[in-house]
């Protein structure tokens, strides 16, 4: 996010929650694109802050134990 912020993309009140237009702004962003373990530990982040409406520290709760691989290689 910080640097999507940056480049002056994704700028938005603090207190405010992402458009529609800034959130597909943000999957489309190249470093988001998962076609890389990095790219897609960061998608991976963002979907799980975004679908659990993750804050500030929140995010930084999230263990790796608390995340499981599926059987058909996914992640819940």
Do not use: P
Request: proline share 0%; glycine share 10%.
């Amino acid at each position: 996010m910080k640097q999507l912020q940056l480049q002056g993309l994704g700028e938005t009140a603090q207190a405010d929650s992402l458009t529609r237009q800034e959130i597909q702004q943000i999957l489309d962003h190249s470093t988001m694109n998962g076609e890389d373990n990095e790219s897609l530990i960061r998608r991976v982040f963002f979907w799980i802050s975004l679908l659990c409406g993750l804050r500030g520290g929140d995010a930084y709760k999230i263990e790796d134990r608390q995340l499981t691989r599926r059987k058909d290689g996914g992640e819940h």
